[in-house]
């Protein structure tokens, strides 16, 4: 019995091994090596970046290629960082607010509409947006090609995905804490901004994570409905290194570390916080 129990031990921590061994190849492959191909090219020259090639570089020229890359268009880099900066957390806080209370109406309220909302939540999620006929609504409403109207896209876009996180968390909180609150004499309101909302601390912080690096990192968007130079975004930054005759490889790569780093390190802190807070609602349904 006790040679079988030690075989069974043996075996089970080979499998182990051979699971971390390829989950490690595998991140290195879809993660790391892109990564230090980047990294690769944005310290290289003009002309050793212009070959795509891993290998080293024969002169480096990184740092170089950044302070190029910032100062291109009189520092116009910088003033991408502070248009997503800005459409990234006016947008991220909508969603936050709005789906929340969604969410939590769509879990604690059953109504003959539940149905129809529920369908429309889905919706939102698998049917595409329609790209004329909201650049038309923009333009009506004079919100076309300003930072507003970029904020209220990324709302609507994102907002299904936020209210199914929200109702799923929502399962599993009690609702004796909603009746006890109405019988303390509090308000709709009061019950759940006092009582609900900061139980839903994981999955808010979830929810920020994953739309701040989502928004942050759209280019769709803002190609579609933010045009002008003076509305520029970070992903949209990456033109100023292509042309119809040449790209700038070396200075194209560094843009590309310079707008993915703060994602990057945001999603390496924050990456238990995202697997709690997306597992949490799976508890109930």
Sequence with gaps: MSQTH???RAAEARRR???GAVAIL??????????????LQASKTQADASTLSFSWPTEWQLWSNLVAVIQVRDYQLLLAFFNSTVITVASVTGLVVFASMVGYILQRRQSRWNGLINFLVLAGLMIPPAVVPTIW???QLELFKTLHGMVLIEIAYNLSFSILLYRAFVATIPRELDEAARMDGAKPWQTFFRVIFPLLKPVTVTNIVVQSIAIFNDFVNPLYYLPGKDNVTVQLTLYNFQSQFETQYNLLFSNVLLVTIPPLIV???FNRQIVAGMTAGAVKG
């Design 137 to 139: 609504l923009l333009q």
């Design 26 to 39: 595998v991140t290195g492959v879809v993660f790391v090596l892109p990564f230090l191909f980047a990294l």
């Design 267 to 269: 999603f390496v802190f």
């Design 17 to 19: 091994w051979i699971g």
């Design 6 to 8: 030690t075989t069974f």
